[in-house]
């Protein structure tokens, strides 16, 4: 049997859970969300990724209804959600403080939206139980939120949100409050999570590492715009904007003057006295038109010796290393004064090693390894 | 050293303001009634030993044989339970609003709030008797309105003592509320009703529980003072309104009977003991929570 990749996006006959149509939110003079059109797909882990103040909190409180839309519409599998209150709508949240309930026990907890349901008591007994396994503090039922860590109330916020089974599961920065080594350790959680109630998940972040590690899809946001949406890798490795190359990860951008020089292939012009730099591009550009160069900092490779063949080809000077364990990154100075940064696996042991301060390195690297960008 | 003198200091403020004035009303009680200045005897000037021997509980016995000692007691009790719950009618929605409003405009909220003790608490109950009374504003204001033709008679009912307690003590019911609505992390409503609330239950399952410190402690603070009030029920409240500060008052200075003045006041003492106890057991309480 052949594994199906999961791209409900790719199919036109797909229906999306959750449809924004040219929703604009206006707080006052300010505008948070502008005209914006998204879809999001059943059983997607949907992250909206932008620095703060980008308006990714404002829509997903549209989604949970406590903001109205200004104009334009929400629709929540194919109905208009505008006029349902937050009580009504088959969508829960798991908010940033956790907002545990402090004058109940972790049960009662879990139990809150259950109970509201009118639902018997051995179905609640049976659901808050399943909700406490879920996410693995059944001995911590009857203790009260102050009782337990950080960790654990992420987990019961997590169970509460869950325990009505909502169609769409909105998390507001879910692990912000949580130390790196959890986070990590909880992002995979959540993933499992996900996979096994087969919720829709929207996660609010900032940071884009989660929203890589999580998401099948990422909507990277700027001023209440969408900028681009796309899986983790392809906004990784194909950045449609300077923006979106620049926020997530580390990049080098070099601006230059594009002249075509065959198919799909263009020579850059980006300093007086540097032999110009060849990149390939399916977007088009016209000669003399003005384009950048987004190129990530391991894709290019650092040298002691001439490199033999390379394509693109520079020699500098070491400014500055940053040794990560793992990785260490280099700042190498071009002649002209641009610092371009390169990256190297660190394979080896730290005493074979040969490139150190201020040595001439060589720094290389193909004509696909960069993206074109207009803008 | 240092911290035996440091803890000392307040048993020492404790033993002059609050035990000896005590004792001294406790013998007094326990004196009898005398044509004389002090009008009481025995004194110290007729010695220690007489002293002692001359002490009776006659005044307590007393107190029980004329009911009007336990009905006004009781009318006071029940005077006092009934303003502290108008009283929390009225501060409780003032607090939400104050916690809930912009925070520009809490400052000067607060400070509404705080304004009327800035006036002497005297001056504001003759204010009352201005606005209550059968000529006084309010009646001139609902006569002019066509509300009424006959003027209501406020003045001089218990009525008028409902209103001059709720309007006293409405600050030390708001205040402490107003702190606990204030910790309130808003997006504990908002979790409410996104697990299913109308705002109506999310108020009574999610605020009122939160809040019920405030609650406590505002209700003790309007309770306590309004038990033993006098000022308000003898300006207000007539000669109908029969409340046990009163009673004192004018046993200690119509009737120049001291002892069994002194008798009332120990019981007043011992009644108000109670709700005191619990009042400190809930603030402890709430400061073991905090932590």
């Known amino acids: 049997m052949s594994q199906t990749v999961f791209a409900p996006w790719d199919d036109p006959n797909e229906k999306p859970l959750i449809r924004f149509q040219n929703v604009t939110k206006r707080f006052g003079d300010f505008v948070a969300i502008d005209d914006l059109t998204l879809d999001i797909f059943a059983q997607e882990f949907f992250a909206l990724l932008g620095p703060s ?9 549209m989604l949970a209804g406590f903001e109205t839309v200004t104009e334009g519409r929400i629709e929540l599998a194919g109905k208009d959600i505008g006029p349902v209150p937050p009580n009504e709508r ?4 798991m908010f940033q403080s956790y907002a545990l309930f402090p004058h109940l026990s972790v049960w009662e907890n879990i139990a809150f939206g259950l109970k509201r349901d009118r639902k018997s008591k051995a179905e609640i007994d049976a659901r808050v139980d399943e909700m406490l396994k879920l996410v693995r503090l059944e001995k911590f039922a009857r203790r009260k939120p102050h009782q337990i860590s950080g960790g654990q109330r992420q987990r019961v916020a997590l ?3 869950l325990a009505k089974a909502p169609k769409l599961l909105l998390l507001d920065e879910p692990l912000g409050a949580l130390d790196k080594k959890l986070r990590q350790d909880t992002q995979f959680e959540l993933m499992d999570i996900q996979e096994t109630t087969g919720t829709t998940f929207v996660i609010v972040t900032h940071d884009q590492e989660e929203a890589m590690t999580v998401a099948s899809r ?5 001023e209440g715009r969408i900028i681009q949406v796309a899986t983790p890798a392809a906004i990784y490795e194909y950045p449609n904007s ?3 190359a620049d926020f997530i990860g580390d990049v080098n951008i070099i601006q230059g003057i594009a002249t075509p020089s065959g198919d799909e292939s263009y020579a850059l012009n980006w300093a007086e006295g540097q032999p110009p730099i060849t990149a390939t591009s399916q977007t088009k550009f016209a000669e003399g038109q003005k384009a950048h160069l987004a190129i990530r900092p391991e894709k290019i490779s650092i040298s002691s010796e001439k490199p033999e063949g390379a394509v693109n080809l520079l020699q500098g000077k070491v400014l500055d290393i940053a040794y990560l364990g793992n990785l260490s990154t280099y700042h190498v100075a071009l002649p ?7 990256q ?5 042991r730290i005493a074979r090693r040969n490139i150190t301060w201020e040595d001439p390195v060589w720094i290389s690297w193909t004509a696909t390894a960069g993206v074109m960008l207009e803008q | 050293m240092r911290r035996a003198a440091l803890i000392l200091v307040p048993y020492v403020w404790l033993l002059v303001l609050f035990l000896a004035p005590f004792l001294i009303v406790l013998k007094i009680s326990l004196s009898d009634a005398a044509l004389a200045i002090p009008p009481y005897a025995p004194t110290l000037k007729d010695g220690i030993a007489a002293l002692i021997r001359e002490l009776d509980f006659e005044n307590f016995v007393f107190l029980t044989e004329d009911d009007l000692y336990w009905k006004a007691y009781l009318s006071s009790l029940r005077i006092a339970l009934i303003s502290t719950v108008l009283t929390l009618m009225v501060g409780y929605p003032i607090a939400y609003g104050m916690a809930k409003a912009p925070d520009e405009w809490r400052a000067t909220l607060m400070m509404l709030v705080i304004l009327p003790f800035w006036t002497s608490f005297l001056i504001r109950v003759y204010a009352w008797m201005g606005i209550l009374s059968n000529e006084g504003l309010l009646n001139q204001l609902l006569t002019w309105l066509g509300l009424i033709s006959e003027p209501l008679i406020i003045l001089n009912t218990t009525t008028a003592v409902y209103i001059g307690i709720v309007y006293t003590y409405l600050p030390f019911m708001i205040l ?3 702190a606990a609505l204030d910790r309130l992390d808003a997006s504990l409503d908002e979790a409410a009703q996104d697990l299913g609330c109308t705002r109506t239950q999310a108020f009574w399952l999610v605020t009122i529980p939160l809040s019920r410190n405030g609650i406590v402690a505002g209700s003790f603070l309007v309770f306590i003072p309004a038990l033993g009030e006098f000022v308000i029920p003898s300006l207000l409240g007539g000669s109908g309104t029969l409340m046990i500060g009163k009673v004192l008052w004018e046993e200690f200075f119509n009737n120049r009977d001291w002892p069994v003045a002194s008798a009332v006041a120990v019981i007043l003492l011992l009644i108000l003991v109670v709700p005191i106890v619990l009042f400190q057991r809930n603030q402890q309480k709430q400061q073991e929570a905090e932590q």
């Open chain 1, 53 to 61: 103040g980008c308006g990714k909190t404002t829509m997903m409180r």
């Open chain 1, 90 to 93: 088959a969508v829960n949240m």
């Open chain 1, 159 to 161: 169970a509460r949100s």
């Open chain 1, 218 to 222: 990422v909507a990277v946001m700027d």
């Open chain 1, 242 to 244: 300077v923006y979106v």
């Open chain 1, 336 to 342: 002209g004064g641009q610092v371009i940064k390169a």
């Open chain 1, 344 to 348: 190297t696996a660190n394979t080896r």
């Open chain 2, 176 to 178: 402490p509320i107003y």
